[in-house]
């Protein structure tokens, strides 16, 4: 068999640690590719929380994963590359949320309590019911101020704690937990007097 009919190793980096450790072995375009194609649409999904059309989300993730892509040398590794990419799509996110001063738009979040809700516990009878309930939750949530609604999406969409979230915003966990102690509680002053309060009471116990 001659030798330019062997077939070609394909490299596969599935993880952090080996697109990480493929960067650092020389195999640079490898894993810049992997780190597009693994947190791209990620980029775009936080992204997409502060500013109003997919449109600019878009644009925000594309600017996110060209700086991610020139500073990756400075990755020091003090968090996971998650941790630290999130960091750089919610300050590019916001700097854009400032500049255009757009409004944010934000899911279903978590109950009354400090207890945390899964999004397939605040399913309504139906998906139909469902999408109204977080139309109407929309309202209310953009109606926060922005650091209340920035840490209540953080624990919903991307369930991360506390501290991870003080890593990415540079707050102190005792400060997240009073933006997201208030941030349920005007919700749930919102929803009172409404067909939905009795729906939130049951998700939140």
Not at 11 to 31: C, F, M, S, V
Not at 71 to 86: C, K, N, V
Request: hydrophobic content about 40%; aromatic content about 12%.
């Amino acid at each position: 068999m001659k030798e330019d009919s062997l077939p070609t190793t394909v490299i596969t980096l599935d993880t952090d640690l080996e697109i990480l450790e493929a960067y650092r072995t020389g195999k640079r375009e490898q894993a810049v590719t992997a780190i597009v194609r693994r947190y791209q649409r990620y980029a775009y999904a936080v992204a997409l929380r502060y500013v109003r059309t997919p449109e600019d989300a878009y644009d925000c993730a594309q600017e996110v994963m060209v700086k991610v892509v020139t500073s990756i040398e400075r990755f020091r590794g003090d968090s996971t590359l998650q941790t630290w990419i999130a960091r750089i799509a919610r300050n590019t996110a916001v700097s854009m949320y400032h500049k255009n001063k757009l409004l944010s738009f934000f899911a279903i979040g978590e109950g009354p309590d400090e207890q945390d809700i899964q999004a397939h516990q605040l399913s309504p009878v139906d998906h139909a019911e469902q999408n109204e309930f977080e139309t109407f939750f929309r309202t209310i949530l953009a109606e926060l101020p922005l650091k209340q609604r920035e840490t209540f999406m953080m624990r919903y969409y991307d369930e991360l704690s506390y501290e991870e979230i003080s890593t990415i915003v540079g707050k102190s966990v005792g400060a997240l937990k009073a933006n997201y102690h208030w941030a349920v509680k005007k919700i749930a002053e919102s929803l009172k007097g409404t067909e939905y309060y009795q729906q939130w009471m049951e998700v939140s116990k």
